[in-house]
Structure formats: C-alpha cells, structure tokens
C-alpha cells in the first residue's frame, strides 16, 4: 500500500432518510364540526319553532390527514492535502416534499360546494443544490497565520402538483415553476408619438392615462386587451 504524502483526509459520506412534518398549528383536521343552529319555524305558522334542535357541519374533517413526508439525501466529499493548508468540502443534497398540507381556503373547489373544502395533503414540491466550501490555512511564521475561506450555494426548488383549476393556463399556475416565482407585465419599450399610444392595445385599467413615454406593454395571451390577471408572465 503506498502512502500518499500529500493527501491528509480523504472521506465520503451519503446519507439517505425520510422525516415527518405536521406543519399545522390546528387541530382535529380529521373531524368534521357541527354547530348549534337553532329551532326552524313550523311552516303553518312561522311564529312558531319546531320542536328538533337543528345543527350544521361548519367544517368538514378530512379522516385521511396526515403528516407531510421529506425524503432527503445528501453526499459529501471532504478533502484536504498539504498539510491541511488546502482543503475542500463538496456537497450535493436533494428533497422531495410530498403529502404537503393544503388549508381549504387555499383550495380550489368549485363554489356549488357550499362549504370550505377540508384541509388535505396534496402538494408537491422538489428541491436540489449543492454548497462548496474552499479554505487555505497556512503559519507563514511564527507570528503570522492567514486563512482563507471561500464558499459558494446554489438551492434550486420546484413545485411538481399543486391543486389548481384545470383550465388555467399555464404560465399562470404555481405548478412547474420554482416556490414564489415572480410573475410580472412585460414591456416592449416606449409609446414614442401620440400615433404609437392612440394603435396601442387598450388597457383594462387607466387606459386614458397612456401617453408617449408610457411602457408599451405586452399583450402576453394575445386577447387583445392588457389585463394584469392573464398577461403577467414568468
């Protein structure tokens, strides 16, 4: 076996699991609620109350809750040479996040539902990077000492489902861009004349305040009106 003088630490690690998150400060997801709702009138005579106590589902439980899953995974490479004057750490990770928590006032249920829809696990969202780590360590004499660290991150995310309307189009959606993507009109330079302005597509708000100088702004889903609800675009 030969000895490499100049390697000091060589060391591989991966590592693999998959954790639970419950994410949630509410309680009894599971369990639908009924409250009290009074006595209905009889028909025959309004004035007086039938004699059945009466009670609503308020919220709707959803007996399938459940706790989010991570599964992650991470490898690792440490390296340092010289004496440990020079040395490296390289680590690459990955998670996906799936059964993601969805509040029913943050779904999409049509409104013939007649009731918030219960909470469910229904996202899913990926996420990959890396992080370099470079450091040099060095007595350059007994009364010097430098070091240098230098690092670098790189975190990329992306939501693979999230419950939207199936009709919406779909560089308006959540779904296939990164968490938070910003989503924002797009402009085509300047009204530079009042002829430019008066051919301009029409805007749905304040179009009477275009003047030359103005963004001309793109009509992104081609309708022929700028309305910032569908032509705001990745």
């Given at each position: 076996m030969h000895d490499i003088s100049w390697l000091d630490k060589l060391k591989l690690r991966y590592s693999y699991?998959?954790?639970?998150?419950?994410?949630?400060?509410?309680r009894w997801l599971y369990e639908s609620q009924?409250?009290?709702?009074?006595q209905a009138p009889l028909a025959e005579n309004m004035n007086l109350k039938s004699p059945y106590v009466i009670y609503k589902?308020?919220?709707?439980?959803?007996?399938?809750?459940?706790?989010?899953?991570?599964r992650k995974s991470n490898l690792d490479l440490e390296l340092a040479v010289l004496k440990n004057i020079l040395s490296t750490n390289i680590e690459y990770f990955t998670e996906d996040r799936t059964d993601i928590l969805l509040y029913g006032t943050n779904r999409v249920l049509p409104g013939y539902y007649?009731?918030?829809?219960?909470?469910?696990?229904?996202?899913?969202?990926?996420?990959?990077?890396y992080?370099?780590?470079?450091?040099?360590?060095?007595?350059?004499n007994k009364n010097m000492h430098v070091w240098l660290t230098a690092s670098l991150t790189h975190v990329k995310d992306k939501i693979l489902y999230k419950e939207e309307p199936e009709l919406k189009d779909a560089y308006l959606k959540a779904?296939?861009?990164?968490?938070?993507?910003t989503k924002t009109l797009i402009t085509d330079g300047f009204y530079n004349t009042w002829d430019e302005v008066y051919a301009s597509t029409p805007l749905v708000l304040n179009d009477q305040n275009k003047l030359p100088g103005s963004y001309n702004i793109l009509d992104f889903d081609g309708d022929g009106k700028i309305d910032e609800s569908k032509d705001v675009a990745p």
């Open positions: 699991g998959l954790i639970g998150h419950d994410g949630t400060n509410q009924w409250a009290y709702s009074g589902e308020a919220v709707v439980g959803n007996p399938d809750i459940h706790w989010e899953k991570a007649g009731i918030n829809p219960p909470a469910a696990n229904v996202e899913r969202v990926t996420k990959n990077g992080e370099v780590e470079l450091k040099f360590n060095e007595n350059l779904q296939g861009f990164p968490i938070d993507q």
